[in-house]
T-cell receptor, first 115, second 114 residues
Framework: GAGVSQTPSNKVTEKGKYVELRCDPISGHTALYWYRQSLGQGPEFLIYFQGTGAADDSGLPNDRFFAVRPEGSVSTLKIQRTERGDSAVYLC?????????????FGPGTRLTVL | AQSVTQLGSHVSVSEGALVLLRCNYSSSVPPYLFWYVQYPNQGLQLLLKYTSAATLVKGINGFEAEFKKSETSFHLTKPSAHMSDAAEYFCAVSSPAGGNQFYFGTGTSLTVIP
């Protein structure tokens, strides 16, 4: 079956611009996660959705970052007034067993480059 | 607070040799522990996980890991390395006490020498 997909695979933007990154989770998975992976680092938690609601957004670095999941499936991560420090690979994962022991299925990521 | 430390950002082994990737965790409660693998241009894939059942966990592709509470470790091993094992490996921890935050280590890049 289809895995988690993310679009675009690469995004180059200029400092100060607005970007949207999309995640299509595995069909039927109720839990969805966003992570950010900087060069040489492991994934860093940003936000977790259970259904349509953001159950935990404590990882969002500041108010320029926002994510939505209006119908409990596709999610969009939105970054306003991008900065060069936002350059990273943004990963999305989904799970059908929300909780600390769940297996998360990751997408290939969106590589964001802010010039 | 929870965290994991992966000792050795780069590990090289000969084909057929033992693979040992180290992970130590810090957690105020008994944790859940995971190993993920990331092949080039692919998403992270779960190798195995410890969720408080058997301390020796067997995963895919011949990998296994042993949870050692006394050493706060969850090292990943494979008896005989294959060329196809070359990838980035991440250890991660989460808490059974609630919440859904996963904390990943910085990763270990495994090179297999023919």
């Amino acid at each position: 079956g289809a895995g988690v997909s993310q679009t675009p695979s690469n995004k180059v933007t200029e400092k100060g611009k607005y970007v949207e990154l999309r995640c299509d989770p595995i069909s039927g998975h109720t839990a969805l996660y966003w992570y950010r992976q900087s060069l040489g680092q492991g994934p860093e938690f940003l936000i977790y959705f259970q259904g349509t609601g953001a159950a935990d957004d404590s990882g969002l670095p500041n108010d320029r970052f926002f994510a939505v999941r209006p119908e409990g499936s596709v999610s969009t991560l939105k970054i306003q007034r991008t900065e060069r420090g936002d350059s990273a690979v943004y990963l999305c994962a989904s799970s059908d067993q929300p909780g600390g022991a769940d297996t998360q299925y990751f997408g290939p990521g969106t590589r964001l480059t802010v010039l | 607070a929870q965290s994991v430390t992966q000792l050795g950002s780069h590990v090289s082994v000969s084909e057929g040799a033992l693979v040992l990737l180290r992970c130590n965790y810090s957690s105020s409660v008994p944790p859940y522990l995971f190993w993920y693998v990331q092949y080039p241009n692919q998403g992270l894939q779960l190798l195995l996980k410890y969720t408080s059942a058997a301390t020796l966990v067997k995963g895919i592709n011949g990998f296994e890991a042993e949870f050692k509470k006394s050493e706060t470790s969850f090292h990943l091993t494979k008896p005989s390395a294959h060329m196809s094992d070359a990838a980035e490996y991440f250890c991660a921890v989460s808490s059974p006490a609630g919440g859904n935050q996963f904390y990943f280590g910085t990763g270990t890049s495994l090179t297999v020498i023919p």
